[in-house]
């Protein structure tokens, strides 16, 4: 069943729980997250990036993705996470996406607001949903405090930013990053920030830059020869503490990468005769289901889609 985020991040809003957003790139790593999401009995947001698109094929992505999502009956939506030109979002819209990112913030605050209102001009007569950003997503620890408030969602812009475009959902600037080296000292988000968001603005909130580095996976990767040294992620305590300041969905990318590359070196380095992709690629879905099943019960929405 798919359906929209909209849809998705309101109950969690109202159940206090977040929904994770897994980026996909292949089969395996769909199948990994709706497996997972089947055996929590957990919503899910599948989402793909621009650049997964031209990896995969638009088609074939958001095929594979209706052709599971029709055989769950878990709340599951097929989210484009962020399209940067229009012309993307439009080639999702036509092909049955629910949700859309228009990731703007790179620009200017008028331009973001024009741009993120074409988006919703287009996508919410279709009943899809939008999510924008601003801010922009950079560690905080060696930031002033003038610098901080440079580049971190600020919530007065924020509430002027939602009501002037219309948007569903809005990605927060709080000191989350992409990718595996988070930070290079102590974790650090601004949770201040993050309450006076959630006080000032009547909006869906999400986390991008969330994927937590678990030791266990590095130590995996590393061991069969990955060079991730200094690599480190949020701290599961940090994402329990978002959760509860109002954010509904998590996005992950980096801890399933991790997870599936790592699972691939393993079975590369311990069995050298193997040459059957089958038995490369189906223990690096089950290492990535492993962890997409831990992200929904940190995130709560485990049991939330009986
Ligand atoms: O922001 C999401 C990703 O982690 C970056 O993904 O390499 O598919 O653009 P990408
Ligand atoms: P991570 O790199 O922390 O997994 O973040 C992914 C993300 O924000 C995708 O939009
Ligand atoms: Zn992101």
Same mark, same amino acid.
């Given at each position: 069943?798919?359906?929209?985020?909209k849809?998705?991040?309101? #109950?969690?809003?109202?159940?206090?729980?977040?929904?994770?957003?897994?980026?996909?790139?292949?089969?395996?790593?769909?199948?990994?997250?709706?497996?997972?999401?089947?055996?929590?009995?957990?919503?899910?947001i599948? #989402?793909?990036?621009?650049?997964?698109?031209?990896?995969?094929?638009?088609?074939?992505?958001?095929?594979?993705?209706?052709?599971?999502?029709?055989?769950v009956?878990?709340?599951?939506?097929?989210?484009?996470?962020?399209?940067?030109?229009?012309?993307?979002?439009?080639?999702?819209?036509?092909?049955?996406?629910?949700?859309?990112?228009i990731?703007?913030?790179?620009?200017?605050?008028?331009?973001?607001?024009?741009?993120?209102?074409?988006?919703?001009?287009?996508?919410?007569?279709?009943g899809?949903?939008?999510?924008?950003?601003?801010?922009?997503?950079?560690?905080?620890?060696?930031?002033?405090?003038?610098?901080?408030?440079?580049?971190?969602?600020?919530?007065?812009?924020?509430?002027?930013?939602?009501?002037?475009?219309?948007?569903?959902?809005?990605?927060?600037?709080?000191?989350?990053?992409?990718?595996?080296?988070?930070?290079?000292?102590?974790?650090?988000?601004d949770?201040?920030?993050?309450?006076?968001?959630?006080?000032?603005?009547?909006?869906?909130?999400?986390?991008?830059?969330?994927?937590?580095?678990?030791?266990?996976?590095?130590?995996?990767?590393?061991?069969?020869?990955?060079?991730?040294?200094?690599?480190?992620?949020?701290?599961?305590?940090?994402?329990?503490?978002?959760?509860?300041?109002?954010?509904?969905?998590?996005?992950?990318?980096?801890?399933?990468?991790?997870?599936?590359?790592? #699972?691939?070196?393993?079975?590369?380095?311990?069995?050298?005769?193997?040459?059957?992709?089958?038995?490369?690629?189906?223990?690096?879905?089950?290492?990535?289901?492993?962890?997409?099943k831990?992200?929904?019960?940190?995130f709560?929405?485990?049991?939330?889609?009986?």
């Amino acid at each position: 069943m798919l359906v929209t985020n909209k849809k998705i991040m309101s #109950a969690a809003m109202s159940g206090k729980y977040a929904v994770g957003a897994f980026n996909i790139n292949n089969l395996e790593i769909l199948q990994a997250v709706v497996e997972a999401a089947v055996e929590e009995e957990s919503p899910a947001i599948i #989402a793909m990036t621009p650049s997964a698109i031209k990896y995969a094929g638009l088609e074939y992505l958001a095929s594979l993705v209706k052709i599971a999502a029709k055989d769950v009956s878990l709340p599951m939506s097929l989210h484009l996470d962020h399209g940067k030109e229009l012309e993307t979002v439009k080639s999702c819209i036509d092909a049955g996406f629910t949700s859309v990112m228009i990731d703007a913030s790179h620009l200017s605050f008028e331009e973001n607001v024009a741009v993120t209102s074409k988006v919703v001009a287009l996508a919410h007569p279709k009943g899809v949903s939008v999510e924008a950003e601003l801010g922009r997503l950079a560690g905080i620890e060696e930031e002033t405090v003038a610098d901080e408030d440079a580049v971190l969602t600020d919530p007065d812009s924020a509430k002027e930013f939602v009501k002037r475009t219309g948007v569903d959902a809005l990605a927060v600037a709080i000191g989350t990053s992409h990718g595996a080296y988070k930070f290079k000292g102590e974790p650090r988000l601004d949770f201040e920030r993050l309450k006076t968001i959630r006080e000032k603005v009547d909006v869906l909130l999400v986390l991008h830059g969330a994927s937590s580095v678990p030791s266990w996976i590095i130590e995996r990767a590393t061991k069969y020869g990955a060079e991730l040294g200094g690599a480190k992620g949020i701290p599961e305590g940090h994402i329990r503490r978002a959760i509860s300041l109002g954010v509904s969905k998590i996005n992950i990318d980096t801890d399933l990468r991790l997870a599936f590359t790592g #699972a691939v070196r393993e079975v590369l380095a311990t069995a050298p005769k193997q040459y059957d992709p089958r038995k490369i690629l189906g223990p690096a879905k089950e290492a990535t289901k492993t962890v997409v099943k831990g992200k929904m019960s940190l995130f709560g929405s485990a049991g939330k889609a009986p």
